[in-house]
């Protein structure tokens, strides 16, 4: 049982976790079907800056479209939790307080009333620092076994 210990206590001593989530790719179209709006998540732990990046096409020819202005909203289940009028920035910075569902609605784009929502759900990520001191922990626990035997 010790061997066993130890083997695991050297080997996830020798491999670096990476905890971070993937980037998340998201779709819609507006309500009224001029828009097809993609989104790149960049999610982050609660209370951190999660980054997403919009890019704009024009639904028909599937171009790009530079420079949109847009409203963007952030709705939680009970509460609006963010307005931003007047954007054109395709990168936006949010940070979330605590996990859940809510809604990005990007809305009034390019001024002609037309909206589009994104539903998402926030999850915390399991902090790396954890595992760093359970590894930590078992090791010494480990050491102080062996040394109690000897």
Request: aromatic share 10%.
């Amino acid at each position: 049982m010790l061997k066993i210990s130890l083997a695991f206590i050297i080997f996830a001593s020798l491999i670096s976790p990476a905890f971070a989530q993937d980037n998340i790719y998201l779709e819609t179209t507006s309500d009224q079907g001029t828009f097809k709006i993609e989104m790149q998540w960049t999610p982050a732990e609660i209370d951190r800056y999660n980054t997403f990046v919009l890019k704009f096409m024009d639904s028909d020819t599937g171009k790009e479209i530079q420079d949109v202005r847009y409203d963007l909203l952030l709705h939680s289940e009970t509460q609006q939790e963010l307005r931003r009028v007047d954007q054109t920035n395709t990168v936006q910075e949010i940070r979330f307080s605590e996990p859940g569902s809510y809604v990005i609605e990007i809305s009034d784009i390019e001024g002609l009333g037309e909206n589009a929502t994104i539903p998402i759900k926030v999850t915390p990520e399991f902090p790396s620092d954890i595992i760093l001191a359970l590894v930590a922990g078992m090791a010494v626990i480990s050491a102080f076994r062996l040394k109690k035997r000897q």
